[in-house]
């Protein structure tokens, strides 16, 4: 295999002949490149080839699922990984177009080792990429991606002889069986059931009607177009469309899901949209009752009620902080034995008697009704209501090429450290630590926070605050995150703010 090229000009010989892969593209936990600009099908050939080189480096059975989502582009990007796949000796299972959750079930439903789900997740059209893992429920991580991104750029897959090819229908019905199973909704619940248009269109309404939930129709036609907007629940566009659904029809409360399926967003019955992290702490007070002293795992973007809220405290359960990113999450999870994890982005990880520790949308929306339906003298708004009050921002990202982002954050968090160490204050108060586990959370004195972080899948940095107190300090913390942010002038402009 020779190396692929960084750069290849697009419309020429080459482009349709030879490798092309920007090494940005492999990040923490997943790879994503905007397609054709940074990655070419020869390319993604070449990834089939070095993913299928891992499988077998890694001793396993030369067998993987694949899937894809509903782009496009997204077959033919498939197709060129499989053959990649299938040169390096490695017999496919082709599920057909899916949901990310889906294509994680069924390395489960079919007994396969690997999994690769091509997919650009929540990422605007014009990206690509491939979710992927070799231990479910677990994914690739820094390791894993560091081993794949070595082999690939450095030509170094192997073609191997038994590569195969089968497409193996019924798997969404084994899927739906699963999430499901017998049960039934025993109170009425309206539900608006927003897609966005992607690919969770064919999954969320089918689902609701299946556990007998009243399913208000937002964006459900497949239209990879997304004519009304990106799918992404963690955006304020998708949640403030949800929010006017659930006013517009008297719903009980919406569920939106992002591009790939594995997210999900909450709007409660007053039109409030609930951060995800809030969602989760409400689902842990439920789930606690049930299986009293679990662990929680939380990404360091979300709320500091897991480890604060009285009801959680009360009831024996312990709360973990840990790296955000679904590989980080899953990895951490399963090591704790923990019932469940919790990002803001909207990932949840449902585990042990809940699910099968992998993010999955739908797991969540059953896990969600099933909630209500164990409360039904109570409303979305009464659960999010019965929360201790924080004031939170919504996830804010600046832009700051994938080239850079690494190096400026660290030089940030020095920053942030240095002025902690120094007995500086933030917002007007002293600082009780700074976590560097991921990025740098300036823990203030009374439990408010703000956080700065690399994403790990786009060119920008994020930025996250929370306070107990008030509108007021939440903007404050906002103001010192952003002005230690300013110190650098590779970081461009926000997607959102407040």
């Known amino acids: 295999m020779t190396k692929p090229l960084s750069d290849v000009t697009p419309n020429s010989w080459e482009f349709l002949r030879d490798a092309m892969i920007k090494p940005t593209g492999f990040r923490e936990y997943d790879a994503r490149w905007k397609y054709p600009d940074e990655i070419n099908l020869p390319g993604m050939t070449a990834l089939g080839l ?84 070799f231990a479910m429920p677990l994914t690739h991580g820094p390791d894993e991606m560091a081993e794949l991104k070595d082999i690939v750029l450095n030509g170094k897959g192997e073609p191997a002889e038994g590569g195969a090819y089968e497409f193996v229908p019924g798997v969404w019905d084994a899927y739906m069986d699963d999430l499901v199973g017998d049960f039934k ?53 998708m949640l403030h469309d949800m929010a006017d659904t659930v006013k517009a029809s008297g719903a009980d409360f919406a569920l939106g899901f992002d591009g790939d399926g594995d997210r999900c967003g909450v709007v409660d019955d007053e039109g409030e949209e609930i951060f995800a992290d809030k969602v989760g702490v409400i689902m842990a007070r439920d789930l606690v009752k049930l299986y009293p002293g679990s662990t929680f795992v939380a990404d360091v973007k979300s709320t500091g009620l897991f480890a604060s809220d009285p009801e959680l405290i009360a009831a024996g359960a312990k709360a973990d902080y840990w790296k ?52 039904p003298d ?44 120094d007995g500086g204050t933030f917002a007007g108060r002293d600082i009780a630590t700074v976590v560097t586990v991921n990025g740098a959370r300036v823990i203030l004195d009374n439990g408010s926070w703000g956080l700065v972080r690399a994403s790990s899948n786009t060119p920008n940095l994020v930025v996250v605050c929370e306070s107990s107190d008030s509108d007021a300090e939440m903007r404050a913390i906002f103001k010192e995150i952003d002005g230690f942010i300013r110190t650098e002038d590779a970081v461009g402009d926000y997607d959102q703010t407040i």
């Open 50 to 133: 070095g993913l299928g080189t891992q499988m077998r480096r890694h001793g396993l059975k030369p067998v993987i699922a694949v899937g894809n989502d509903y782009r496009d582009y997204s077959l033919a990007i498939k197709n060129a990984l499989v053959i990649g796949l299938m040169q390096a000796g490695i017999q496919v299972k082709d599920i057909g177009p899916c949901i990310t959750p889906m294509a994680y079930f069924s390395s489960f439903h079919l007994d396969v080792p690997g999994v690769a789900m091509v997919t650009a997740s929540h990422n605007p059209n014009g990206w690509t990429g491939v979710k992927m893992g």
């Open 324 to 375: 955000t990113g679904h590989s980080h999450m899953k990895r951490r999870v399963h090591e704790l034995g923990a019932l469940a994890g919790f990002e803001k982005s909207g990932h949840y990880f449902m585990a042990g008697e809940v699910g099968r520790g992998y993010d999955d949308g739908m797991r969540v929306a059953v896990e969600i009704c099933k909630l209500m339906d164990r409360n």
């Open 378 to 421: 109570m409303k979305m708004s009464d659960l999010r209501k019965a929360l201790p009050q924080t004031f939170s921002t919504p996830t804010m990202s600046p832009y700051c090429a994938d080239t850079e982002k690494y190096d400026v954050l660290d030089r940030i968090v020095a920053r942030i450290v240095k002025h902690a160490e």
């Open 185 to 237: 909704m025993s109170r009425k619940l309206k539900v608006v059931c927003a897609t966005g248009n992607g690919t969770a269109s064919a999954y969320g309404p089918a689902l609701f009607e299946r556990i007998g939930v009243e399913v208000v129709p937002s964006h459900n036609t497949l239209d990879y177009t997304f004519p009304h907007y990106n799918p992404n629940p963690e955006a304020m566009e």
